[in-house]
């Protein structure tokens, strides 16, 4: 059996899978719950896997991040045009999070659209020096509700196309 067998031919190879596609950046849970679904999950698994997979990088963004963008400006100044954008976008996110603080952190990540989510709340979290301890309930919330919410649309979408 190969690895792509693996992946989609039983609930703990899928339920892996799901949170491998969790993990990236842009994807995140918004893509992970019907991914799963997709692949067969129960939409309880999809959920479950989506969130500890969205959830797995957080810790490190917001912990580390600010160092990664020295480290990458340091070792490649072609990379500066790179950091600039992200951290743009984290002060520009961190802007309508900041007035609200933990309760805003949670539902910007909570709404899924497009530059939104638990990537860009742990980076507005970084540059807006929230304390990990504290943002990550926030975020955490956030990435529940947006699975809620994406599990409830993904079942909707399956029941309107399935029959």
């Known amino acids: 059996m190969d690895l792509l067998e693996w992946f989609t031919s039983n609930d703990l190879g899928e ?6 596609v969790s993990m990236a950046p842009i994807i995140e849970l918004r893509g992970g719950v019907p991914f799963g679904t997709a692949l067969g999950l129960a939409p309880g698994q999809a959920l479950i896997a989506a969130i500890v997979g969205n959830m797995l990088p957080i810790p490190f963004i917001i912990v580390y991040i600010r160092r990664i963008f020295y480290w990458m400006r340091r070792k490649s100044p072609r990379l500066n045009g790179l950091v600039d954008k992200l951290e743009r976008k984290a002060h520009l996110k961190g802007e309508k999070v900041s007035k609200y603080k933990y309760i805003g952190l949670w539902l910007f990540v909570a709404i899924p659209l497009p530059g939104t989510g638990a990537w860009t709340g742990a980076l507005a979290a970084a540059f807006l020096d929230m304390p990990l301890r504290k943002a990550l309930p926030s975020i955490f919330l956030g990435v529940a509700t947006a699975g809620l919410i994406m599990t409830f649309a993904t079942g ?6 399935g029959g």
């Open 15 to 20: 339920m892996f899978f799901t949170m491998m």
């Open 156 to 161: 909707v979408v399956v029941s309107t196309v």
